[in-house]
């Protein structure tokens, strides 16, 4: 099947600093990627849908000049949380589509801010 | 909005029994998928489903999508060890950029 890669796999910040997440599709165009966040025991919270060229569109609730989101690429989306905050701190998944309209999930990066 | 409901939320069952899940909707998808998803890592695609009626098998899973399109059920036979984790059903309307509704996640526990 589809393969998505999603790096760093585990990162560490201090408060108020920004660290930017990548999320690729290794053997497969990606119009559309999408990004999750995910707390403990709970389903995936969608955050944002990116398309390559085009800004990302938000889901309520969901800054986005904090989480930044640039889909450069029909293969590569970034996430950049700015200024992070330990509230910031969960396991964020990308997602990506494709033709089929098949939705294939990165391995998640477990962010966590001291 | 588009709610999927899940069932069960979780499931304790002995090794080489079968296992069924299923989710339905308050609305009409085009699209039905199931995923697993181990801890600390992302959902992993178990089988997509593309059209109503539709009956698809991976090995030990089988999932059908329903006909009246508002819903669809897993069903895992001969349950092993390493199907321990939470599966999640998701779907979607075709619709330009629409994302995925997921369900809560039926969290599976294999007693050996």
């Known amino acids: 099947g589809a393969v998505v890669s999603q790096h760093p796999s585990r990162v560490i910040c201090k408060s108020g600093t920004s660290v930017k997440i990548e999320c690729r599709s290794l053997?497969?165009?990606?119009?559309?990627m999408f990004w999750y966040r995910q707390f403990p025991k709970q389903s995936l919270m969608l955050m944002a849908t990116?398309?390559?060229?085009?800004?990302?569109?938000?889901e309520q609730g969901v800054e986005k000049d904090k989480f930044l989101i640039n889909h450069a690429s029909l293969t590569l989306s970034t996430l950049t949380v700015t200024s992070a905050h330990p509230e910031d701190s969960s396991f964020y998944i990308c997602?990506?589509?494709?033709?089929?309209?098949?939705?294939?999930f990165g391995p998640g990066t477990r962010l966590t801010v001291l | 909005g588009q709610q999927l409901n899940q069932s069960p939320q979780s499931m304790f069952i002995q090794e080489g029994e079968d296992v069924s899940m299923n989710c339905t909707s308050s609305?009409?998808?085009?699209?039905w998928l199931w995923y697993k998803q181990d801890p600390g890592e992302g959902p992993v695609l178990l089988i997509a489903?593309?059209?109503?009626?539709e009956l698809t098998s991976n090995g030990r899973l089988t999932a059908q999508f329903g006909i009246t399109r508002k819903d669809s059920f897993l069903n895992i036979s001969a349950s092993i060890p390493s199907d321990v984790g939470i599966y999640f059903c998701?779907?979607?309307?075709?619709?330009?950029?629409?994302?995925?509704?997921f369900g809560k996640g039926t969290r599976l526990s294999v007693i050996a």
């Open positions: 609305s009409i998808f085009n699209t």
């Open positions: 489903l593309y059209k109503a009626g």
């Open positions: 997602s990506a589509r494709d033709i089929l309209d098949t939705q294939y």
């Open positions: 990116s398309n390559e060229g085009s800004k990302a569109t938000y």
């Open positions: 053997d497969f165009q990606a119009t559309t």
């Open positions: 998701a779907g979607r309307v075709y619709s330009g950029n629409t994302p995925l509704v």
